[in-house]
T-cell receptor
Framework: KNEVEQSPQNLTAQEGEFITINCSYS?????LHWLQQHPGGGIVSLFM???GKKKHGRLIATINIQEKHSSLHITASHPRDSAVYIC??????????FGAGTRLTVKP | DTGVSQDPRHKITKRGQNVTFRCDPI?????LYWYRQTLGQGPEFLTY????????KSRLLSDRFSAERPKGSFSTLEIQRTEQGDSAMYLC?????????????FGPGTRLTVT
């Protein structure tokens, strides 16, 4: 069982829809990262969270430390948002654990 | 372009051969990570360096794998006697900071295919 669980594994949406991707983890962490990976492999860091909520453009990330849960929201989705979104948790021992990713396809 | 480069981008090798990958991090970043990613999975941690010191290695990093970061600048990852199970994307990331909670900047990866 992966220490970091993401849902859904695959998500197809129509352009303009509001999208939510969820991430749950099993033990206490020092921080949680949301990453975006495009075809070809390049990974870009979207957010780093240790508490609360962050917003960047159409992207919003939240974390609930007590419930060990984080969500990534995309408002007004666009086909260029199509990518794999990966949740990663950082432990105090500097180890990182990654979820398997959520493959998002936004159709025009 | 995140500022982290990796070379080569693709490598095809025959089983039993040795391969070496290079990562050039963002120049002022003191931490450098290596990850491995297989198809359909998230990256898996392999090892990381704080400047030139290799501080942690995953149990995934068998004796056939070795990594170096001379002078705390670029890093190399060598795989000896490659096996088909080594086929994966090898990712490098760097960060400015002393904890894994700092933002990491990823390179484009080196895709290894072992035939």
């Amino acid at each position: 069982k992966n220490e970091v669980e993401q849902s859904p594994q695959n998500l197809t949406a129509q352009e303009g829809e509001f999208i939510t991707i969820n991430c749950s983890y099993s033990v206490g962490i020092s921080a949680l990262h949301w990453l975006q990976q495009h075809p070809g492999g390049g990974i870009v860091s979207l957010f780093m969270l240790s508490s609360g909520k962050k917003k960047h453009g159409r992207l919003i990330a939240t974390i609930n430390i007590q419930e060990k849960h984080s969500s990534l929201h995309i408002t007004a989705s666009h086909p260029r948002d199509s990518a794999v979104y990966i949740c990663a948790v950082a432990y105090n021992n500097n180890d990182m654990r990654f979820g398997a990713g959520t493959r998002l396809t936004v159709k025009p | 372009d995140t500022g982290v480069s990796q070379d080569p981008r693709h490598k095809i090798t025959k089983r039993g051969q040795n391969v070496t990958f290079r990562c050039d991090p963002i120049s002022e970043h003191n931490r450098l990570y290596w990850y491995r990613q297989t198809l359909g999975q998230g990256p898996e941690f392999l090892t990381y360096f704080q400047n030139e010191a290799q501080l942690e290695k995953s149990r995934l990093l068998s004796d056939r794998f070795s990594a170096e970061r001379p002078k705390g600048s670029f890093s190399t990852l060598e795989i000896q006697r490659t096996e088909q199970g080594d086929s994966a994307m090898y990712l490098c990331a760097s960060s400015l900071g002393y904890r894994a909670s700092y933002e990491q900047y990823f390179g484009p990866g080196t895709r290894l295919t072992v035939t």
